[in-house]
Each structure stands twice: as C-alpha cells, then as structure tokens.
C-alpha cells in the first residue's frame, strides 16, 4: 500500500482529504498529517511516507521549505504541492525540488483523482523496481558465498606449501586467514 502524509493549514481542506478521500481505492493510505511543514517535518522522516501532499503557503514552515529540508535529510519519496496562488514562481520553486506534480486549489476531483492514480502507479513500479534489484543482489551475494565456499573446499583438501603463493583468487579472499592456519599449533 502507498503511505501518503498530508501537510495544510486549512482544517477543512486537510481533514477533507484525510477522511473523506477514498485512499483505499488507490492502494493507498494517509499516515499522518499536519497544519504546517514545521510540525511535519519530523514526522515525516520518522513515518517516511511514500508520498507528501503539501500546501505550497502556511504559517512556520512553508511547504517549499519543508520540500528543501526534507530532501536536504534525504527524503526520496514523491511530494506534491497545493496551492492557491497561482504564480509561477511557486510552480518554478516547487518543482526546483523534485516535485512530482502540483495542483492548484480549489482541488478539481477529476485531477486530484488522476493525480493520486498517477503517483500510486509510479510508486508502485519503484517499488517493483526496488524488489527486482533486491533479488538481484540476493542472486549475486549467493554466488559470490558459493564461489568462497568453493575456494575454501579447494584450499582446505590441497593447502598449498609454505614457499608457494596463494593463487590471486584465493589470496584476496582468505589472505588474512592463512597465516592462522599454517601456523596453528598441533
């Protein structure tokens, strides 16, 4: 399920969104919210949700400062922006820090719908993405135990004598082990 985490100091538009939004049709879920980017920046990293819905304008923190903050703590996820005020320089500002769209207020339900569609599909194929490089890295650690496994069978049926060299292969790999083994009592 996508997290969202959304950020307004309008009451009735956050709590709108929050409780009368149909999340669940999205695959998606609200994780907390906020009246400002001051009182949600740190519950935003603590939840790191996947998406933050913030209004551009509020008292304390602005949302283009909570934006700039949270990327600065390395926050990754998608943010989108609202807004009233439809001058560029917000647009220009929101999207300086990776914004993944923005939505002017009042919020038409056949955007906010296309919109939230959009973002849960494109957090969801990261998350695909994340689980295909995982496994990869899974298959690759797995071969490189059974290689080391291999090497040490190999190693531990012929040591080799003390005036000969490790193979390049095997030196690397247990190098630092050999002295204890050649020169352990008994």
């Given at each position: 399920?996508?997290?969202?985490?959304?950020?307004?100091?309008?009451?009735?538009?956050?709590?709108?969104?929050?409780?009368?939004?149909?999340?669940?049709?999205?695959?998606?879920?609200?994780?907390?919210?906020?009246?400002?980017?001051?009182?949600?920046?740190?519950?935003?990293?603590?939840?790191?949700?996947?998406?933050?819905?913030?209004?551009?304008v509020?008292?304390?923190?602005?949302?283009?400062?909570?934006?700039?903050?949270?990327?600065?703590?390395?926050?990754?996820?998608?943010?989108?922006?609202?807004?009233?005020?439809?001058?560029?320089?917000?647009?220009?500002?929101?999207?300086?820090?990776?914004?993944?769209?923005?939505?002017?207020?009042?919020?038409?339900?056949?955007?906010?719908?296309?919109?939230?569609?959009?973002?849960?599909?494109?957090?969801?194929?990261?998350?695909?993405?994340?689980?295909?490089?995982?496994?990869?890295?899974?298959?690759?650690?797995?071969?490189?135990?059974?290689?080391?496994?291999?090497?040490?069978?190999?190693?531990?049926?012929?040591?080799?004598?003390?005036?000969?060299?490790?193979p390049?292969a095997?030196?690397?790999?247990?190098?630092?082990?050999?002295?204890?083994?050649?020169?352990?009592?008994?």
């Amino acid at each position: 399920m996508v997290t969202f985490y959304l950020v307004d100091d309008e009451d009735m538009i956050r709590e709108g969104m929050q409780f009368y939004f149909p999340w669940d049709q999205y695959g998606a879920e609200v994780v907390g919210s906020a009246v400002n980017g001051a009182a949600a920046l740190s519950d935003i990293l603590r939840k790191a949700p996947d998406v933050v819905l913030t209004d551009v304008v509020m008292p304390k923190m602005d949302g283009i400062e909570l934006a700039r903050n949270l990327r600065q703590l390395g926050y990754t996820g998608e943010i989108i922006f609202l807004s009233a005020y439809q001058e560029m320089e917000y647009v220009k500002a929101a999207f300086k820090f990776a914004a993944a769209d923005f939505l002017f207020k009042p919020i038409q339900t056949e955007e906010m719908d296309a919109t939230i569609r959009e973002t849960v599909s494109r957090v969801e194929k990261k998350f695909q993405r994340q689980a295909m490089l995982a496994d990869a890295q899974k298959t690759a650690d797995a071969l490189e135990r059974s290689r080391q496994d291999a090497l040490w069978a190999a190693f531990l049926r012929e040591p080799p004598a003390p005036d000969r060299e490790l193979p390049a292969a095997v030196e690397g790999t247990f190098g630092c082990f050999f002295p204890l083994l050649v020169h352990a009592p008994g």
